[in-house]
């Protein structure tokens, strides 16, 4: 069975977390110093999380009591963040047929925004004034570009996640990239060291394992007893918490990771891309589903997949095949328990028709041509069965 994700670190770079000198020789600012270069930014500052990045850009900016316009399909812990903050979530639907908001439809609404680029695809440029602030969420974007500009660079603030599911991975772990030195200052005041050296043995006993996990002769046997849950990604409800995992800092052990995942980002995207067209040509012919348009400006996070037949029984169906697949955000956001008193479902229909339709394959590198065939084989005999 193939996890969903699965960060790419090489055994030496995973075992380089081992070696006391390294601790010594790089610097969680090395990371960041490279971090921004890498995007194109002047500045980086490097937190515990994408959301905590988020939730410290509004502390750091004393940014209170104000509205921030966000897509209604996101990531819900960009709303926890913003809450979390002190500040008020507004939700803007995307367009029928659109996956995502425009940084447009959002700017219409308020001044403050986080525009996001849902599964790797920017999909306009925010206009930046001085009356305005643009959060550009580039988490599941890294690599992404739109008219030759990189995501990540669109913001007057932007920020990439480290996580497990994300292009670029250190085990968790985001950043918030800028060119302005006035938000870069204020952001380092803000930025978290709370971490101890038992929080960096933890960090290092947690990528060690996951590594492990998700090996997919591991994760199969595992899968076996029924010991691993069938999706992998961070965005359960249940795991949507700013809890206390995400107090402490980033970690010199993530950015040791880091710099080795920067080094082999060009390898990283490209294999990625090789990928995704594998699944694009298994699946471009197969009628009834909508699948990513790969475009070469655009790095997916996921490979998605719409489904038009009743996803719990293709789920479970794959599932018995030994295909796990997953779902990415299965809500949308002003629909959850904690927004859901205050929001007409009806106005949320094209996000609620998106979140109750969308899977994502396997998507990781290390996934063989074979694979990836395989794969899209059961898909159609199980979606067909349906
Ligand atoms: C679009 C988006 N924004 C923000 C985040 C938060 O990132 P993190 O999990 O590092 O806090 C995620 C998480 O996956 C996400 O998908």
């Known amino acids: 069975m193939y996890p969903i994700a699965r960060p790419y670190v090489t055994i030496r770079q995973l075992?380089?977390?081992?070696n006391i000198l390294k601790y010594r020789a790089q610097t969680v600012e090395d990371f960041e110093n490279q971090f921004a270069t890498s995007v194109g930014r002047a500045y980086a500052c490097a937190f515990s999380g994408g959301r905590v990045?988020?939730?410290?850009?509004?502390?750091?900016?004393?940014?209170?009591?104000?509205?921030?316009?966000?897509?209604?399909?996101?990531?819900?812990?960009?709303?926890?963040?913003?809450?979390?903050?002190?500040?008020?979530?507004?939700?803007?639907?995307p367009k029928v047929g659109e996956f995502g908001t425009t940084a447009a439809a959002l700017q219409a609404v308020a001044a403050i925004s986080i525009p996001t680029h849902m599964f790797g695809k920017v999909r306009d440029q925010p206009v930046?004034?001085?009356?305005?602030?643009?959060?550009?969420?580039?988490?599941?974007?890294?690599?992404?570009?739109?008219?030759g500009r990189a995501a990540g660079?669109?913001?007057?603030?932007?920020?990439?996640?480290?996580?497990?599911?994300?292009?670029?991975?250190?085990?968790?772990?985001?950043?918030?990239?800028?060119?302005?030195?006035?938000?870069?200052?204020?952001l380092k005041v803000f930025a978290q060291y709370h971490a101890t050296f038992w929080d960096e043995v933890a960090q290092v006993f947690k990528s060690f394992f996951f590594w492990w996990f998700y090996r997919p002769s591991i994760y199969?046997?595992?899968?076996?007893?029924?010991?691993?849950?069938?999706?992998?990604?961070?965005?359960?409800l249940g795991d949507c918490s700013l809890d206390k995992s995400y107090s402490k800092s980033f970690l010199k052990s993530q950015a040791i990771l880091g710099l080795g995942q920067l080094k082999n980002a060009d390898?990283?995207?490209?294999?990625?891309?090789?990928?995704?067209?594998?699944?694009?040509?298994?699946?471009?012919?197969?009628?009834?589903?909508?699948?990513?348009?790969?475009?070469?400006?655009?790095?997916?996070?996921?490979?998605?997949?719409?489904?038009?037949?009743?996803?719990a029984i293709v789920k479970e169906r794959l599932f018995k095949e030994g295909?796990?697949?997953?779902v990415p955000n299965d809500y949308s956001?002003?629909?959850?328990?904690?927004?859901?008193?205050?929001?007409?479902?009806?106005?949320?229909?094209?996000?609620?028709?998106?979140?109750?339709?969308?899977?994502?394959?396997p998507f990781y590198v290390g996934l063989t041509e074979r694979a990836v065939r395989q794969i899209c084989a059961k898909f159609k005999q199980v979606y067909e069965s349906v």
């Open 333 to 361: 956001c002003p629909l959850t328990a904690h927004y859901a008193a205050n929001y007409n479902p009806a106005d949320f229909s094209v996000s609620s028709a998106l979140a109750s339709s969308i899977i994502s394959l």
């Open 323 to 326: 295909i796990a697949v997953g």
């Open 153 to 186: 660079t669109l913001g007057d603030v932007s920020i990439f996640s480290f996580n497990r599911s994300k292009q670029l991975s250190c085990f968790g772990g985001g950043i918030a990239v800028t060119d302005r030195r006035d938000i870069y200052e204020k």
């Open 15 to 18: 075992c380089a977390l081992l």
């Open 53 to 93: 990045a988020i939730q410290k850009v509004f502390e750091a900016l004393e940014i209170k009591n104000q509205t921030v316009a966000m897509p209604s399909y996101t990531c819900l812990v960009v709303p926890y963040a913003v809450e979390l903050s002190g500040n008020r979530p507004l939700f803007v639907e």
């Open 220 to 236: 199969s046997f595992l899968k076996m007893f029924g010991s691993a849950s069938a999706n992998v990604t961070d965005f359960s």
């Open 128 to 147: 930046l004034s001085p009356n305005t602030l643009v959060i550009e969420d580039a988490c599941l974007a890294f690599g992404s570009k739109i008219a």
């Open 267 to 311: 390898v990283i995207l490209a294999e990625r891309r090789r990928i995704a067209a594998w699944y694009d040509a298994n699946l471009r012919n197969f009628s009834d589903i909508t699948i990513p348009r790969l475009t070469p400006d655009v790095e997916l996070s996921h490979y998605w997949v719409l489904l038009k037949k009743p996803r």
